[in-house]
């Protein structure tokens, strides 16, 4: 009974902390977005021009990425470890702002890449990030590097300037 209960636990606090993301006009998913924008403008601005320079709004990428927790763009287990993560934040708010930090470490995991493609090859990138090969040493890595930005970033609105690169840093 006992399973149960955690289970259900789990899922309430899960849901109310993205409640807004499923209504009408998602503003929690809106919202999201626009932080990682900010964020990746402030963490790379090269990526982020790049990104703009080729017409590509993050809407057009980001929207599934805050909308499915980015279960689309890694295997269950790798799903399992991140969410794990998001449940445990002790502010209670894992899946809602600590998942933009791992949406910016993510972007910029492949920021040198996608500074070389043009549109078509960028769109196509962002539809399906190459990481069918990714297990737990690269989820681990991932959410270092996350941890990282929001400790440098996390309720400091300019106390970095907006073209500092702290792309691929070593956490």
């Known amino acids: 009974m006992q399973v ?5 636990w789990c899922l309430t606090n899960i849901l109310a902390g993205i409640q807004d993301h499923y209504t009408e006009d998602q ?10 924008e900010e964020l990746v403008n402030r963490i790379d601005g090269d990526l982020y ?7 590509i709004q993050f809407m057009q990428f980001a929207f599934k990425w805050m909308n499915c927790l980015l279960l689309r763009e890694f295997n269950l287990r790798c799903v399992v470890r991140l969410w794990d993560t998001y449940i445990s934040e002790e502010s209670g708010n894992g899946f809602e ?9 993510f972007l910029s995991q492949f920021s040198s890449q996608l500074q070389e ?14 990481t069918d090969d990714w ?9 270092s590097h996350a ?3 929001r400790s440098l970033f996390e309720g400091s609105d300019a106390h970095l300037t907006s073209n500092s690169n702290l792309n691929n840093s070593n956490a």
């Open 4 to 8: 149960e209960a955690d289970v259900y």
């Open 97 to 105: 702002d600590f998942h933009v930090y791992v949406c910016a470490a």
């Open 117 to 130: 493609m043009d549109f078509d090859e960028l769109f196509q990138f962002m539809q399906q990030v190459p």
């Open 135 to 143: 297990g737990e040493t690269e989820i681990e890595m991932l959410l």
């Open 49 to 55: 021009n790049h990104i703009h320079s080729v017409g």
């Open 27 to 36: 503003p929690g998913v809106q919202r999201m977005v626009m932080r990682l």
């Open 147 to 149: 941890y990282v930005l």
